[in-house]
């Protein structure tokens, strides 16, 4: 990828480094659901004080809209990150400052003023060309950190090299928000699995019924593209579902749903379908659960395909918030190869080979 790594930095001893990380954790009640993108960090951090540096971090919390706001406050962050690196020192939310999400050169000047240095480790913020973003490589020598240079390794690897067969499954709420990932996957994968409220839309395209299940009717024509075009026989779209009907009566339809049913997980036969090729796979990408499966009714789908993805001998790579949220909660992450920290980065990634604060990175003096 070309990307400045902390190797490339002058030498940090003494110096004041910059640190962009995406610290923006599930928080409920001021307790962190889960640290690891804090966790995820301290390689970096650790390099860094190793070497002597005077390490600040920085990070943007939920979408506080420019202005403080006590719900958004770095608090209970700076609480976990005082336990595992007692020496780094935390700013406050980036997106207090409207000058943040405008990019706005002001709030640049003002972020490095009295650094030497800057490192960018939050890979689940560098599709945005946001002010700590693409700001600082422009002023200061500049480096990716540990974290966003491990998943751009993987995740750039898995579309340029991948081992065959490549094994891609996706799902979640919408289709138009994988519409980019599907065009770009489609001529590298040997299968594409589509699970998820997703697969509603692709029903409609082929005259199937679908109840009151979630469709995205302007997304017809596009998914009828793929189902008649040059790759058609390499997508895998269910053939049964789980749906739930009037005094939430749950039962398995093949084929079609009937008005008053609302499909929210694969069925068994395609559950059964989508894992086979898993088996010999040399490849797998996981982003979006097969269906709504914060409801244990409907979490067998994502259950089993999660199982099937951690016990594949294939690289294993699970991308997407939901995704890697559904893995913890059934305690596999640590049988997958890589959980991505990135959500939309990494679906952006994926999609458009580069992102902002990447290329940010290019440009930077040291580079
Ligand atoms: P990710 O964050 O992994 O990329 P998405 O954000 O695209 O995933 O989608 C996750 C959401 O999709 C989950 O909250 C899940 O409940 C929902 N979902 C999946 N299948 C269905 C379905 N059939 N009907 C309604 N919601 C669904
Ligand atoms: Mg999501």
């Known amino acids: 990828m070309g990307l400045p790594l902390l190797e490339d930095l002058p030498d940090p001893r003494g110096k004041k480094v910059l640190l962009r990380a995406d610290f923006n954790v599930p928080i ?29 971090a920085c990070s943007h919390l939920g979408r506080p809209n420019g202005a403080p706001d006590e719900k958004y406050s770095m608090d209970p962050v700076r609480e976990r990150l005082k336990q595992l690196a007692p020496s780094v020192e935390l700013m406050e939310n980036l997106r207090f400052d409207p000058g943040e999400e405008a990019n706005d050169p002001a709030f640049v000047d003002k972020l490095i003023r009295g650094f030497d240095m800057y490192v960018n480790d939050a890979f689940g913020a560098s599709h945005r060309a946001h002010a700590s973003v693409v700001g600082p490589p422009k002023k200061l020598p500049s480096a990716a ?55 509603f839309t692709f029903w409609l395209a082929q005259g199937m019924s679908v109840g009151d299940s979630l469709v995205e009717p302007d997304w017809v024509d596009a998914c009828k593209g793929f189902l008649d075009g040059p790759s058609k026989d390499k997508l895998m779209i269910p053939t049964d579902v789980v749906a739930m009907g009037p005094d939430e009566e749950v039962k398995v339809f093949n084929g079609s749903v009937p008005d008053g049913w609302k499909g929210l997980d694969i069925g068994p036969e395609t559950t059964l379908a989508f894992i086979a090729p898993l088996e010999r796979a040399g490849t797998i990408l996981w982003n979006g659960p097969m269906g ?9 789908g994502t259950v089993d395909v999660a199982e099937a993805v951690a016990d594949s001998h294939g690289f294993s790579v699970v991308g997407g918030g939901d995704s890697a949220a559904a893995v913890a909660k059934f305690g596999l992450q640590f049988r997958i190869d890589h959980v991505s920290t990135g959500g939309g980065a990494s679906l952006e990634l994926i999609e458009k080979g580069d992102l902002p604060g990447l290329e940010a990175l290019r440009k930077a003096s040291n580079a």
Do not use: Y
């Open 292 to 300: 709504m499966f914060e409801d244990p009714r409907f979490q067998e």
């Open 28 to 56: 409920t009640n001021g307790h962190i659901d889960d640290d690891l993108r804090i966790t995820a960090a301290m390689p970096t951090i650790e390099w860094l004080q190793e070497r002597g540096a005077d390490i600040t």
């Open 145 to 199: 950190g540990r974290l966003l240079a491990k998943e751009v390794e993987v995740l750039t690897g898995l579309i340029e090299r991948p081992m065959h067969p490549f094994v891609a499954i996706l799902g979640g709420s919408k289709v138009s928000s994988k519409m980019g990932v599907i065009e770009a996957l489609i001529d590298k994968v040997d299968h594409l699995a589509i699970g998820g409220a997703m697969c």
